[in-house]
């Protein structure tokens, strides 16, 4: 198959890369400056892009957009979380719409950001979104991928979870303090995290491309999420490390401002199940599995 990835020297899309290309797919990068024979100059930030370059693609894969959990949330810094958003996928979604050849399927990167603070309580694809800046903006990210479902593309809107990597991520920047013996709960450590590992997430982007079933929002996510407190102690038992330096949540928000709200002491604890219930089989489905296949 001949497959188009934008975001593909990302972590995650950089590891979907490497796998379709281990399975002698065809990759073709979506880039935007230098691009080499068979990638394709793309640049939402000027609207340079030529859908018409991606002809013979059988499916897209979306998945740029501006750093969520580097500096903090000026106003400055969530035009840019948004606009790298929204702004690439409709930009994407109408090229391709407007194609002679289209793809057979476009998948979209969205997040579980867009359940918001849902406490307790297990969300799915049918719950309501939240009410906060990330709500706000998975909404309209989801929104912006309909001018290729109107003209008659799949589109898979993959709410992603927490990814589970040491070469980047959230995991990534608590090794060192964990491995120092520093790590500890944030806040209450009550909320919920839902997790999925990155070769599981490489695997989920694979299965959305081939299961026609799957269309619209499908949750990213390993079936049992944790709270906070239950991933710090199973984190420090796989690193053979004591836990015992909370952050307090008046810290958490001195240090990291609103950013700490919607990504740090936000409960989100979401479902599995479409995903499952598509065929996806993971290889990580509890957490000391996945931290002990991903740490190295």
């Known amino acids: 198959m001949q497959i188009a990835i934008s975001g593909a020297t990302g972590l995650v899309g950089s590891s979907l890369a490497d796998a379709l290309a281990g399975a002698e797919d065809e990759v073709i990068r979506l880039v935007r400056r230098n691009p080499s024979c068979r990638d394709v100059l793309w640049d939402p930030t000027v609207d340079s892009f030529d859908a018409s ?5 059988e499916a897209v894969v979306h998945l740029a957009g501006e750093n969520i959990a580097r500096g903090r949330w000026t106003a400055a810094k969530k035009q840019r979380i948004r606009e790298s958003r929204v702004h690439s996928t409709r930009l994407l979604a109408e090229g391709l719409a407007a194609c002679e050849q289209k793809p057979r399927v476009l998948i979209c990167a969205s997040a579980i950001g867009f359940y918001g603070n849902s406490g307790e309580r297990l969300v799915d694809e049918q719950s ?3 009410d906060d800046f990330l709500a706000s903006v998975c909404q309209d990210w989801e929104v912006a991928s309909q001018p290729a479902r109107d003209a008659g593309i799949r589109v898979v809107n993959v709410r992603i979870g927490v990814v589970l990597s040491d070469r980047g991520g959230a995991l990534a920047k608590m090794l060192t303090p964990f491995r120092l013996g520093l790590g500890g709960r ?9 997790w999925i590992a990155l070769p599981d997430l490489v695997g989920v982007l694979r299965h959305a491309i081939g ?5 619209g929002p499908v949750n990213a996510v390993a079936p049992h999420p944790v709270t906070n407190a239950e991933f710090t102690k199973t984190l420090g038992k796989v690193l053979g490390r004591p836990t015992l330096f909370p952050m307090p949540t008046v810290v958490a928000r001195t240090m990291f401002g609103e950013m700490a709200d919607a990504l740090l002491l936000s409960s989100t604890r979401v479902s599995s199940k479409e995903l499952e219930q598509s065929g996806y089989t993971f290889m990580y489905a ?11």
């Open 53 to 57: 370059t991606l002809a013979g693609c």
């Open 286 to 296: 509890d957490l000391d599995s996945a931290l002990r296949g991903v740490i190295q």
């Open 211 to 215: 299961a026609e079933s799957l269309s």
């Open 186 to 194: 944030v806040g209450s450590g009550q909320q919920y995290m839902s």
């Open 128 to 130: 309501p979104a939240g």
